[in-house]
Nanobody, 115 residues
Framework: QVQLVESGGGLVQPGGSLRLSCAASGNIFRLVAMGWYRQAPGKQRELVASISSTGRLNYADSVKGRFTISRDNAKNTLYLQMNSLKPGDTALYYC?????????WGQGTQVTVSS
């Protein structure tokens, strides 16, 4: 069973940056499109960035130009570089497959943007 472990969240001031990481176990990581999701209190989980197995990128309009998703297939690791953070980015961030049946969700990593 594939396990997903997110890390790198924290408290940051508006305009600041964070880099999230997602370590995946198992052998399928390099074969599937992966994405970063977030869920704010009282809201549904949303996909904010995805990267295909061949490196094609997609971003939600709300993060376009500020967030960058990348992957290291040799390390089975997914990254999300977040710049120019806003209070509206505050949420619990998760990684998972970008489409199809999701893997078991990890615990996520909390990002809080506040002055």
């Amino acid at each position: 069973q594939v396990q997903l472990v997110e890390s790198g969240g924290g408290l940051v001031q508006p305009g600041g940056s964070l880099r999230l990481s997602c370590a995946a176990s198992g052998n399928i990581f390099r074969l599937v499109a992966m994405g970063w999701y977030r869920q704010a209190p009282g809201k549904q989980r949303e996909l904010v960035a995805s990267i295909s197995s061949t490196g094609r990128l997609n971003y939600a309009d709300s993060v376009k130009g500020r967030f960058t998703i990348s992957r290291d297939n040799a390390k089975n690791t997914l990254y999300l570089q977040m710049n120019s953070l806003k209070p509206g980015d505050t949420a619990l961030y998760y990684c998972n497959k970008a489409n199809g049946t999701p893997l078991v969700w990890g615990q996520g990593t909390q990002v809080t943007v506040s002055s």
